[in-house]
């Protein structure tokens, strides 16, 4: 019988994942994993400081949009067939226990990246997959009778009946050109998941500050976000700034990272609550001074950085703040707006949004619509997610759905 010979293009998350699960399912088959570095897996190795943060939960994810700001329709169909449980499971089955933290993130007990790495590896070896590191496909090109010629750059060239394209994101264009010049309409790969620059020395002065939770929101816009944020010697950082970036990716591309952002102190969005709340406090502490009690609980070098703000004397008691002040007040506790002047270098930042069109992809089997037999997984489709391990989920989820059709 005629071994079928599939390449997977790409060893990362979802290549090895495709290529266990092609493997898997169709033992016959001939599985190539190429990866162009001399290792594999390089980037799940320093995903979550090092320890690897594979999923989540989704207990507060109420709709995959929140999670996924492109993608989400496909994402949502998708997960009927192999979600987050059974990525859990899997792992665990595999013989990786995992834990569930606090924040609903999902990492290896061991913490230790190092333990999902090898996991793959080892499963992948033992199930007969090839693995060839140092391949850099630059293109494919489909024959006549249908199968495809890889060519590499080091000058070597394989024939195979199937392909699955798992390279990743990439920030240059110019990397997914020989996808376009085989008819993939391509959405211009950005920049998505990092932290702001702001241009205000004072808020930096308070570096190291963490305030948990904050509302973060882009005025004019409908881009909004929660969570955690830090204040850094740069800028903005935190879960409540990655989320926004990753909401907003391609608005703050489009206006070259300038646009003003909006911090809401109190994570309150009900004015009139906000309202009662300080007057509560006029009417119960009236001699007190301003700088001895803190509203929400917020840092004391904050709440000193916003009467500073205000203009208001630290000394000044509550009683004295007068209607006027106290709607001044209410507006710097809600929105707080600074200047976005730049992204920051954020540590993780390997996420991009954009690349091969979901248009051009079938939603049931990610097979592309303009070459048969050729396959999409992973961040080289115009999918991309907030942090959290929703990431490295969706590299899970449509690696297993590649694998599970290519081999068909």
């Known amino acids: 019988m005629i071994k079928m010979n599939v390449a997977i293009v790409g060893g990362g998350a979802s290549g090895f994942f495709a290529a266990i699960r092609a493997k898997s399912k169709n033992p016959n088959a001939n599985i190539t994993i190429f990866e162009k570095n001399q290792n594999v897996l390089a980037k799940v190795m320093i995903t979550g400081g090092g320890r690897c943060n594979l999923t989540n939960s989704f207990e507060e994810i109420s709709d995959l949009k929140h999670a996924y700001p492109r993608g989400h329709k496909l994402m949502k169909r998708l997960f009927k067939q192999f979600d987050y449980h059974e990525v859990y499971?899997?792992?665990?089955?595999?013989?990786?226990?995992?834990?569930?933290?606090?924040?609903?993130?999902?990492?290896?007990?061991?913490?230790?990246?190092?333990?999902?790495?090898?996991?793959?590896?080892?499963?992948?070896?033992?199930?007969?997959?090839?693995?060839?590191?140092?391949?850099?496909?630059?293109?494919?090109?489909?024959?006549?009778?249908?199968?495809?010629?890889?060519?590499?750059?080091?000058?070597?060239?394989?024939?195979?009946?199937?392909?699955?394209?798992?390279?990743?994101?990439?920030?240059?264009?110019?990397?997914?050109?020989?996808?376009?010049?085989?008819?993939?309409?391509?959405?211009?790969?950005?920049?998505?998941?990092?932290?702001?620059?702001?241009?205000?020395?004072?808020?930096?002065?308070?570096?190291?500050?963490?305030?948990?939770?904050?509302?973060?929101?882009?005025?004019?816009?409908?881009?909004?976000?929660?969570?955690?944020?830090?204040?850094?010697?740069?800028?903005?950082?935190?879960?409540?700034?990655?989320?926004?970036?990753?909401?907003?990716?391609?608005?703050?591309?489009?206006?070259?990272?300038?646009?003003?952002?909006?911090?809401?102190?109190?994570?309150?969005?009900?004015?009139?609550?906000?309202?009662?709340?300080?007057?509560?406090?006029?009417?119960?502490?009236?001699?007190?001074?301003?700088a001895s009690l803190r509203p929400y609980d917020m840092p004391s070098r904050l709440w000193t950085y916003i009467i500073d703000k205000l203009s208001l004397p630290k000394e000044k008691k509550w009683s004295e703040l007068g209607k006027s002040g106290i709607n001044r007040m209410i507006e710097a506790l809600t929105n707080d707006i600074y200047h976005i002047k730049g992204k920051g270098a954020y540590r993780d930042e390997f996420v991009t949004c954009g690349g091969v069109s979901l248009s051009d992809i079938d939603y049931h089997t990610l097979e592309s619509k303009i070459c048969s037999h050729l396959?999409?997984?992973?961040?080289?489709?115009?999918?991309?997610?907030?942090?959290?391990?929703?990431?490295?989920?969706a590299a899970w989820t449509t690696g297993y759905i590649v694998g599970q059709n290519i081999v068909e």
């Not at 495809?148 to 195979?160: E, I, R, S």
């Not at 008819?183 to 702001?196: D, K, M, Q, R």
């Not at 997984?377 to 115009?382: C, I, P, Q, R, S």
Request: aromatic share 10%.
């Open 89 to 290: 499971k899997w792992f665990e089955d595999n013989g990786v226990p995992l834990v569930t933290q606090e924040d609903l993130c999902v990492f290896p007990e061991s913490q230790e990246a190092a333990s999902i790495v090898n996991c793959l590896i080892n499963e992948a070896k033992r199930l007969g997959v090839n693995i060839m590191t140092g391949y850099k496909m630059e293109k494919a090109v489909q024959t006549e009778d249908g199968l495809f010629m890889l060519y590499f750059k080091n000058g070597k060239t394989q024939v195979f009946d199937r392909v699955a394209i798992t390279t990743g994101g990439s920030p240059n264009i110019s990397d997914l050109q020989h996808l376009r010049e085989m008819g993939h309409e391509i959405e211009a790969p950005i920049p998505s998941l990092f932290t702001f620059n702001i241009s205000d020395k004072k808020i930096l002065a308070l570096m190291g500050t963490v305030v948990n939770p904050v509302i973060t929101s882009i005025p004019s816009t409908k881009f909004r976000s929660q969570g955690p944020l830090l204040v850094t010697h740069w800028g903005f950082s935190g879960p409540a700034i990655l989320k926004l970036s990753s909401h907003a990716a391609r608005y703050l591309h489009e206006n070259n990272y300038n646009v003003d952002i909006s911090v809401n102190w109190a994570n309150v969005v009900n004015r009139d609550e906000i309202e009662e709340y300080i007057k509560n406090i006029v009417n119960e502490n009236p001699n007190k001074q301003l």
């Open 375 to 393: 396959f999409f997984a992973g961040e080289v489709l115009d999918i991309d997610a907030i942090t959290g391990g929703f990431n490295l989920q």
